[in-house]
């Protein structure tokens, strides 16, 4: 007689390779899981414990599909520096880092010294492989970062306060003495910007293709560069501003004011969307992080502030002066100031951020630029005295996505995305602060209040087609001609009743209210403020 085996679990037939890699997944999973699952057991009522059953069921299964594609498609993991004992990773020098890292990476770091045509700021396009560079002495400048190859230097020998890439590397704009100019990758001039005026800063929105420029008037200009439309013209009635940034999540452009105040516009509203007071001082940057929810804010008053734009709130504040701010893909936050640059770094993962690394530069540069450069661990700052790169382990986003944003795209590819970024161009219509609200299905409105002619005009349209109802003739003198005139009458006042009844209320709210005012008025001016507001 022979002994049954039982058959053993999937995981114990699983070879150890695949055991691993389970094992890996189910880690991924938790980052995806949407916390705790709701504790079925206590519910009663079994439609609802059902509903929550298949719901979590969902979410696992989403959270597990997620987890696979990050296993599989992502397999490259961005990595931080680490400090053992009681060191500390912003005491950890960039010649240190240099001589640890691989040969193609200890390449990145540099320094350009330009010190007759400065300060510098720059600009890099979605890949990441190209800058442009501006001098505000009238130095522009296209270098391929791949091979650190100059492809074109030019002077236009008058002020250049800002520069900007457009949809791809072939045009860029910059924001010159009198007019923003547009330029291809040649250095040719293609366009002048009349409209704009003397420009201080310059956005570019790439999935709306809208040039966005501040003048030193305070006017926000939004110019379609397809067209050549001028899309919006708004005065922000603040005065000159010098801080402009884009938010990356829902393209709504934020002005930081010298009175302490952020707006923020889309080209469709002469109204700001928000208006909050941020600082006590002028506002000297703004930064948002790239999921769009997180905005930093540095005022003249050495205060650092972190706001979650959800609610409008300030979630911490910091002691520090910044002259420019930037987050990288990853949410690393780049401060400039002096010649200073610190990194600072959410740790914990509850938006408390901390020192990371920290980069003095020579005495006497004064940093104006800080900007990260994407898909890689690169920061690169414009100074007084030209530009220098350091290097940041862990700011860059480690797996690029080729259909987004590829860094070793060729030509061919390049005209083929030019055509399906201008197929799939957004309307400036699209830009809100809650860009989810797209695609819903909007509300129906509320009942106005009919007028007194719209009531008395439906209350007569009434009556007159109750007065033209026959009645039915009746025997044993039922139907004589004064009993029909008595139904017609009695008929008449129900028709009028529920009119009459709407104006009586009316007319006693507003007795009420009169009478609530006399009282008030009756008081004497020292207790009025205690007096019952007034219904608005």
């Known amino acids: 007689m022979g002994v049954e085996q039982g ?20 880690l991924k999973v938790k980052k995806y899981l949407r916390g705790e699952g709701a504790n079925l057991e206590v519910l009663q009522d079994k439609k609802l414990k059902g509903q929550l059953a298949v719901r979590e069921q969902l979410y696992g299964k989403s959270a597990k599909a997620a987890a696979k594609a990050e296993k599989w498609l992502m397999p490259s993991e961005e990595g931080y520096l680490e400090a053992e004992g009681l060191e500390k990773t912003w005491r950890i ?23 007759e045509l400065g300060p510098y700021t720059l600009d890099y396009t979605s ?3 190209y800058m442009s560079v501006a001098g505000r002495k009238g130095h522009l400048a296209i270098i391929d970062m791949k091979n650190m190859g100059l492809i074109k230097e030019f002077q236009v020998r008058e002020t250049v306060r800002d520069i900007v890439f457009l949809h791809n590397e072939l045009f860029f704009a910059a924001a010159q003495k009198k007019y923003p100019y547009i330029y291809s990758r040649d250095g040719t001039e293609l366009h002048c910007l009349k409209e704009h005026g003397a420009v201080v800063k310059l956005q570019f929105l790439k999935n709306h293709f809208l040039l966005a420029s501040i003048n030193k008037f305070g006017q926000l200009h939004y110019q379609d560069v397809t067209m050549g439309e001028m899309v919006g013209n708004h005065r922000t009635g603040l005065g000159r501003c010098n801080v402009m940034e884009v938010n990356p999540f829902n393209s709504v452009v934020s002005l930081g ?11 469709t509203s002469s109204a700001p969307l928000v208006k909050m007071l941020c600082h006590h001082g002028p506002i000297s940057a703004i930064a948002f992080h790239p999921g769009g929810h997180l905005m930093a804010t540095a005022g003249m008053e050495r205060k650092i502030k972190l706001w979650d734009l959800r609610k409008f709130e300030v979630l911490h504040t910091y002691s520090g002066h910044a002259k420019t701010l930037d987050f990288s893909q990853k949410g690393l936050l780049a401060i400039g100031n002096g010649s200073c640059v610190q990194i600072w770094k959410d740790s914990s993962g509850a938006q408390e951020y901390g020192r990371y690394m920290s980069h003095s530069m020579v005495k006497g540069y004064q940093v104006g630029t800080v900007l990260f450069r994407p898909y890689e661990d690169v920061v690169c700052i414009g100074h007084s005295m030209g530009i220098s790169s350091i290097l940041v382990p862990g700011s860059g986003e480690p797996n690029f996505d080729s259909w987004v944003a590829n860094p070793f795209e ?20 699209t830009i809100m602060l809650d860009p989810t ?7 129906g409105r509320k009942k106005e209040k009919p007028t007194k002619q719209e009531t008395e005009a439906e209350m007569e349209a009434t009556i007159a087609a109750v007065k033209g ?4 003739k009746k025997t044993k003198g039922r139907s004589k001609p004064s009993k029909l005139v008595t139904k ?18 009316e007319e006693e709210q507003k007795q009420k209210k009169q009478r609530i005012s006399e009282e008030d008025n009756q008081l004497p001016k020292s207790l009025q403020r205690f007096a019952r507001k007034k219904a608005t």
């Open 93 to 115: 020098k960039q010649e240190s880092i240099v001589r640890e890292v691989d040969l193609l990476s200890s390449r990145k770091p540099f320094d350009m010294v330009l010190p």
């Open 437 to 443: 609200r797209i695609g819903n299905v909007r509300q």
């Open 488 to 505: 017609k009458q009695e008929v008449v006042a129900r028709a009028k009743r529920p009119f009459l009844e709407q104006q009586k209320r």
């Open 410 to 429: 060729t030509s061919k590819q390049r005209r083929e995305k030019e055509v399906h970024s201008l197929l799939d161009k957004l309307p400036p219509e």
């Open 469 to 472: 109802k026959t009645f039915k």
């Open 7 to 26: 058959l053993g679990t999937s995981e114990e037939l699983m070879p150890p390779v695949e055991k691993d890699i389970s094992a890996d997944v189910d």
């Open 127 to 129: 890949s990441g492989r």
């Open 257 to 267: 004011h010298s009175c302490g105040k952020a707006t923020m516009w889309k080209p």
